[in-house]
Nanobody, 124 residues
Framework: QVQLVESGGGLVQAGGSLRLSCVDSGRRLSAYVMGWFRQAPGKEREFVAAVNRNGGETYYGDSVKGRFAISRDNALNTVYLQMNSLKPEDTAVYYC?????????????????WGQGTQVTVSS
């Protein structure tokens, strides 16, 4: 079973960068499509990015295109989210999630496994 743990969040100034990591302690990450979502206070959970099983395909939400990059290292059972040119509106709790199919990637309800989240705060 997938057991996801995120890390790498923190406080950063606008224009800065952070890299989030999500490790699967169940060591089954290679079997899943992986996604990142975020949720700011009082807002719905928002799709950020997804990567297919072998890392060869990626898909991004409009608000992060050109600034964020998702990648994975199946040998390390880890998926990453490199976040550059951060803006205050990127402030949120960031979650990684896993699903089987490379379809409906932006639908949070289609992901069966979730981590506990990591806080990212971008100051202006």
């Amino acid at each position: 079973q997938v057991q996801l743990v995120e890390s790498g969040g923190g406080l950063v100034q606008a224009g800065g960068s952070l890299r989030l990591s999500c490790v699967d302690s169940g060591r089954r990450l290679s079997a899943y499509v992986m996604g990142w979502f975020r949720q700011a206070p009082g807002k719905e959970r928002e799709f950020v990015a997804a990567v297919n099983r072998n890392g060869g395909e990626t898909y991004y939400g409009d608000s992060v295109k050109g600034r964020f990059a998702i990648s994975r290292d199946n040998a390390l059972n880890t998926v990453y989210l490199q976040m550059n040119s951060l803006k205050p509106e990127d402030t949120a709790v960031y979650y990684c999630a896993a699903k089987f199919l490379w379809a409906t990637l932006s639908a949070a309800t289609d992901y069966g496994y979730w981590g506990q989240g990591t806080q990212v705060t971008v100051s202006s």
